[in-house]
């Protein structure tokens, strides 16, 4: 267990705790609001990731902190043109280029697909810049619409009176509430390791971080499996 693993483990225990507290209809609401907002998260996504890759300034700052080009471990590679590459060369330098999940899988199926042929772009550098920078943008925009949705229906779930509605449950209330308040803060972990692969690709030179999530258990459950990364990717 490493300094990842016991910041993990702090979050579900005030989930759980939050959950007690607020009780089995509060939490249950709130995880409801946790899949509205992450279902119009995902809806929202292509128009915002649409208006900051049509905004210059700021996606070229995102090209340069990204720079997915630096990837790759031999630099004669980054000007070589992707057809001019063998499928099996291709996952040999994607392989060897030490990328966090799920980058290199991203840039292998626009390799493949030729994504970004239509803007004259050839050589396999480019296709790792667009390819991570537009990664980086389309998680970076669902958490921005999952946060901004998320606090509005909160202020609607905090504003709502929640009168006893179902009486059987009080005795069980806490027990309830704790439970769900588990479930709840598992989803949050899931949000928030979604945040590790832009990590990684902002700060990738530094190896106590990569380090801290190869050896982390927990990262393997929220980060490698996380199904929210994969959707929003």
Do not use: E
């Given at each position: 267990m490493n300094v990842i693993d016991a910041v993990s483990i702090c979050i579900?225990?005030?989930?759980?705790?939050?959950?007690?507290?607020?009780?089995?209809?509060?939490?249950?609401?709130s995880i409801g609001a946790y899949f509205?907002?992450?279902?119009?998260?995902?809806?929202?996504?292509?128009?915002?990731?649409?208006?900051?890759?049509?905004?210059?300034?700021?996606?070229?700052?995102?090209l340069y902190y990204t720079e997915g080009s630096e990837f790759i471990a031999n630099p004669e590679y980054v000007r070589m043109e992707i057809s001019s590459l063998s499928t099996a060369e291709i996952n040999d330098i994607i392989a060897s280029s030490n990328l966090p999940f799920p980058m290199g899988r991203e840039i292998a199926k626009n390799i493949a697909r030729e994504a970004f042929a239509d803007q004259g772009i050839v050589t396999l550098g480019d296709y790792f810049?667009?390819?991570?920078?537009?990664?980086?943008?389309?998680?970076?925009?669902?958490?921005?619409?999952?946060?901004?949705?998320?606090?509005?229906?909160?202020?609607?779930?905090?504003g709502a009176d929640y009168a006893d509605p179902f009486?059987?449950?009080?005795?069980?209330?806490?027990?309830?509430?704790g439970?769900?308040?588990?479930?709840?803060?598992?989803?949050?972990?899931?949000?928030?390791f979604m945040l590790v692969p832009i990590a990684l690709t902002v700060l990738g030179q530094f190896d106590l971080?990569?380090?801290?999530?190869?050896?982390?258990?927990?990262?393997?459950v929220f980060y490698r499996l996380n199904l929210l990364i994969s959707l929003a990717a």
């Open positions: 579900l225990v005030l989930f759980v705790l939050s959950g007690i507290y607020k009780g089995f209809i509060s939490t249950l609401l509205v907002s992450a279902a119009l998260g995902f809806l929202l996504k292509p128009l915002g990731a649409s208006l900051i890759k049509h905004s210059d300034s700021l996606f070229n700052m995102m810049n667009q390819t991570i920078v537009g990664v980086f943008i389309n998680i970076l925009v669902f958490l921005a619409c999952f946060i901004t949705i998320r606090a509005i229906l909160a202020l609607v779930i905090n009486p059987m449950l009080r005795s069980h209330d806490g027990i309830l509430g439970a769900l308040g588990l479930l709840r803060g598992m989803l949050a972990l899931l949000l928030i971080i990569t380090s801290m999530v190869d050896d982390s258990v927990l990262a393997r």
